[in-house]
């Protein structure tokens, strides 16, 4: 028993085992509790709502491959070797701002030429707006990620996913009055929040600039050795 002991008392002191335990935990959660979710929202709102809310949530794959640009990939290398690291960090997220409300407000005007009810959607210039901020909210919470593996500080993203799937099965019930964009927001604030949360108590810094980093960043030929 003993020298079982040693073997995980050695496991859990490596980072790399530790990192990987942290995103298994995190991917099996994830797992679970959307199934849980999809069966919640199920329950209390109509079909209608579900299937208007699976194209809002459903553009939020879509923006996120498009707007993050390799960044998270590149973070994890150039962290390693660059000196100012909260520069390059501030880079990214400014990089990262920019593609992201510019591919959410093409996404969303193709979304109103074959979606009728988000042609309605379009008028409310509030909802644009929190469409854009949750946009922005799920590519933070995503690429936030890669950052926590460089600073080997993995265990703030099984801590953000614990939080964004508690909060995921709360706000449903919140949000109900609201429809289809209630289920869209049931999964965009919680991501916001346990963003934030993380973000603050990991001690993250970065700093704003267009210095070198952003070269650095954006040679993605290097960045994935081609």
Same mark, same amino acid.
């Given at each position: 028993?003993?020298?079982?002991?040693?073997?995980?008392?050695?496991?859990?002191?490596?980072?790399?085992?530790?990192?990987?335990?942290?995103?298994?935990?995190?991917?099996?959660?994830?797992?679970?509790?959307?199934?849980?979710?999809?069966?919640?929202?199920?329950?209390?709102?109509?079909?209608?709502?579900?299937?208007?809310?699976?194209?809002?949530?459903?553009?939020?794959?879509?923006?996120?491959?498009?707007?993050?640009?390799?960044?998270?990939?590149?973070?994890?290398?150039?962290?390693?070797?660059?000196?100012?690291?909260?520069?390059?960090?501030?880079?990214?997220?400014?990089?990262?701002?920019?593609?992201?409300?510019?591919?959410?407000?093409?996404?969303?005007?193709?979304?109103?030429?074959?979606?009728?009810?988000?042609?309605?959607?379009?008028?409310?210039?509030?909802?644009?707006?929190?469409?854009?901020?949750?946009? *922005?909210?799920?590519?933070?919470?995503? %690429? =936030?990620?890669? #950052?926590? +593996?460089? &600073?080997?500080?993995? !265990?703030?993203?099984? @801590?953000?996913?614990?939080?964004?799937?508690?909060?995921?099965?709360?706000?449903?019930?919140?949000?109900?009055?609201?429809?289809?964009?209630?289920?869209?927001?049931?999964?965009?604030?919680?991501?916001? *929040?346990?963003?934030?949360?993380?973000? %603050? =108590?990991?001690? #993250?810094? +970065?700093? &704003?600039?267009?210095? !070198?980093?952003?070269? @650095?960043?954006?040679?993605?030929?290097?960045?994935?050795?081609?």
């Amino acid at each position: 028993m003993t020298g079982y002991m040693k073997k995980i008392q050695k496991a859990a002191e490596n980072t790399l085992v530790m990192n990987s335990f942290y995103q298994i935990a995190s991917s099996i959660l994830h797992t679970g509790v959307g199934f849980i979710f999809l069966i919640l929202v199920a329950r209390i709102y109509s079909p209608q709502s579900i299937g208007e809310s699976s194209t809002l949530i459903g553009s939020l794959g879509i923006i996120l491959t498009l707007s993050i640009l390799g960044l998270d990939d590149s973070l994890i290398k150039y962290f390693l070797k660059e000196d100012d690291r909260e520069k390059a960090l501030g880079t990214a997220f400014i990089i990262v701002t920019m593609t992201c409300l510019l591919f959410s407000l093409v996404i969303l005007s193709v979304m109103s030429l074959s979606v009728p009810e988000i042609l309605l959607f379009l008028r409310n210039p509030e909802s644009v707006i929190l469409y854009l901020l949750s946009t *922005l909210a799920w590519v933070y919470f995503s %690429i =936030i990620e890669s #950052v926590y +593996l460089t &600073l080997n500080k993995g !265990k703030y993203i099984l @801590a953000k996913n614990i939080i964004f799937n508690a909060l995921k099965l709360i706000f449903p019930f919140l949000l109900l009055p609201l429809g289809y964009f209630g289920i869209f927001l049931s999964w965009t604030i919680p991501a916001f *929040l346990s963003f934030g949360f993380t973000f %603050i =108590i990991s001690r #993250v810094q +970065l700093r &704003l600039s267009f210095d !070198k980093s952003f070269h @650095a960043l954006i040679e993605f030929d290097e960045a994935f050795g081609v």
